[in-house]
């Protein structure tokens, strides 16, 4: 039986093939990756009834435009607008292409969605992921006009019923762009607090913080006034997670991504909640952001 | 704040970070390599990997595990027989990997000037030693490689370069190490090589793993004629 494909017409500005991630390749320096917001991504597989080791797409803005050659099944995650031709159809609900149609998807009111289709996006592996990690280099390329997207068959049909409910978490995001409100990150205490300022917890919690130009999935960089007090030596490099906030010379923190160096060597002044990246992966530059502790 | 609980932190340094992770404290990067080993060959239902350092090793747990039980198989691993009983676990035989530097880098003459030394003396002083690869981080197939000259020592550069070349060989704090592909980094260029650091369609795809040993070859046998070369070229390109 011939699988479908998802032809690319349009790949908007930035997606990526993300899964699980790649998992015992620190020794080789290869960190995990995967979507920035893990439940959403997952979300969309169990809605298409897949496997959740399937691989989606993480469409950054958009518009990203598909063409299926046959007919398939999707679903679209996160703050998204979805339009088969010109119907604009359901997010967080699975939906069908009929062969040939066009497949329309933007995020609104944030800056990314996550789109399965059933069976998976089947492109090859790298290193046991089909996770593109940008800070590396690694894994499938971004998604260009004319690629031809194979569709696999990593389906589990139990997992239809599976699948979740749509996250208050997607629908509340954009409310940074106006300036008015902040978008709250729930963050955990660092590892190491002893070898930080006594105040850098409060004063971390106590600022409202400003999304920089330079956010992506390695790491959402930060602005704010004051900067917190810069930490008086570097420490020395160990292993980083995903939502780890690190304070660098500047006394500008920024939060680590999916995409984040395995190792850093500046103090980690707290650590975003694996909830809290999903709402980092919303944040658009000039967007307010403040720290609630969890 | 409440980060950890007094008792623990006396127990076995094993500190929380974030929800799905926690991180061991070692003495030095030999100890992290051999406990990394363990924990993600004991425990494989549990620790999804482990990265190691020369302070610590990051467990990173699978996640849905309470996070009280998850630091009580750690610390009982950490803590256990196997690890007194046969003190840091030999790394696995080790192969000794020749790399040929081509001396040129933009900062040797700096690195030499704040060492007191002739560039030629930093560069016998940098393939005097057998270095050990101590950990990987910060890039698929950065290794940081353990041994160099203390006299070579200097903390990294004030003004990070945004692009380092591909197979730069460079120095920082106490570490020595080639930077597999372009990218940033704040580390005082040395000289070059064209040896693949990372390929991952190879098997294994780093050319250096942890606990191997690194010896660095000049290729260049005229180190002064090179720095004055990467000295002009310098100076036209600026820094």
């Known amino acids: 039986m011939t699988r479908g494909r998802l032809r690319v017409v349009d790949p908007g500005p930035l997606t990526l093939t993300v899964d699980a991630g790649r998992r015992g390749m620190a020794r080789w320096g290869v960190a995990p990756g995967g979507p920035f917001d893990r439940a959403a991504s997952d979300r969309a597989n169990a809605l298409v009834g897949n496997d959740p080791a399937a691989a989606t797409l993480e469409v950054l803005l958009g518009p990203l435009v598909l063409e299926a050659t046959r007919a398939a099944v999707v679903a679209v995650t996160g703050p998204a607008a979805v339009r088969v031709g010109d119907l604009p159809v359901e997010v967080e609900r699975p939906f069908a292409v009929p062969a040939g149609a066009r497949l329309t998807v933007r995020a609104v009111g944030g800056a990314r969605v996550w789109l399965a289709v059933a069976g998976g996006v089947d492109v090859p592996p790298v290193l046991g992921s089909r996770s593109r990690d940008t800070l590396a280099g690694l894994g499938p390329s971004p998604l260009a006009a004319g690629d031809v997207l194979p569709v696999g068959d990593a389906i589990s049909p139990d997992r239809y019923a599976a699948a979740g409910q749509p996250s208050a978490v997607a629908v509340q995001h954009r409310v940074g762009a106006s300036g008015s409100l902040a978008v709250e990150l729930p963050v955990l205490p660092p590892p190491r607090p002893e070898t930080l300022a006594p105040t850098a917890w409060d004063d971390l919690l106590r600022c409202a913080w400003t999304v920089a130009a330079e956010c992506d999935r390695v790491a959402i960089r930060l602005r704010g006034e004051p900067a917190l007090a810069a930490p008086e030596a570097s420490a020395a490099s160990e292993g980083l997670v995903a939502g780890a906030v690190q304070l660098p010379p500047s006394g500008l923190p920024l939060v680590f991504g999916p995409d984040h160096p395995l190792t850093g060597g500046y103090p980690v002044i707290g650590v975003v909640t694996a909830s809290g990246l999903g709402a980092l992966a919303q944040l658009r530059p000039g967007d307010g952001v403040r720290f609630v502790p969890r | ?239």
Do not use: K
Request: a negative charge; proline letters at 10%; one cysteine or more.
């Open chain 2, 1 to 239: 704040m409440s980060a950890g609980r007094p008792e623990d932190a006396q127990a076995v340094a094993l500190r929380p970070y974030g929800e799905d992770a926690l991180l061991v404290d070692v003495p030095d990067a030999e100890r992290a390599r051999a406990l990394g080993r363990r924990l993600v060959a004991e425990l494989p239902g549990l620790v999804v990997d482990a990265v190691p350092s020369a302070v610590s090793v990051l467990v990173r747990l699978a996640p849905g595990w309470p996070t009280e039980h998850a630091r009580d198989v750690v610390a009982g691993l950490v803590a256990g027989p196997a690890a007194d009983a046969a003190g840091p676990a030999a790394d696995p035989a080790g192969a000794v990997v020749e790399i040929p530097v081509a001396y040129d880098g933009a900062d040797l003459a700096e690195v030499a000037a704040r060492c007191g030394l002739t560039p030629a003396e930093v560069v016998q002083r940098h393939t005097a030693p057998t270095y050990t690869a101590a950990f990987a981080g910060f890039a698929p197939g950065f290794v940081y490689l353990e041994g160099l000259d203390p006299l070579l020592v200097l903390p990294r550069r004030d003004d990070p370069r945004t692009r380092v070349p591909a197979g730069s060989v460079a120095i920082a704090a106490d570490h020595t190490a080639v930077y597999p592909r372009e990218s940033p980094g704040g580390w005082h260029l040395l000289g070059r090589t064209d040896v693949a650091m990372f390929d991952a369609a190879a098997d294994p795809p780093a050319r250096v793993r942890p606990g191997d040993r690194v010896r660095f070859v000049a290729e260049n046998l005229d180190v002064d004629a090179a720095v004055d070369a990467a000295v002009d070229a310098g100076a036209g390109a600026g820094r």
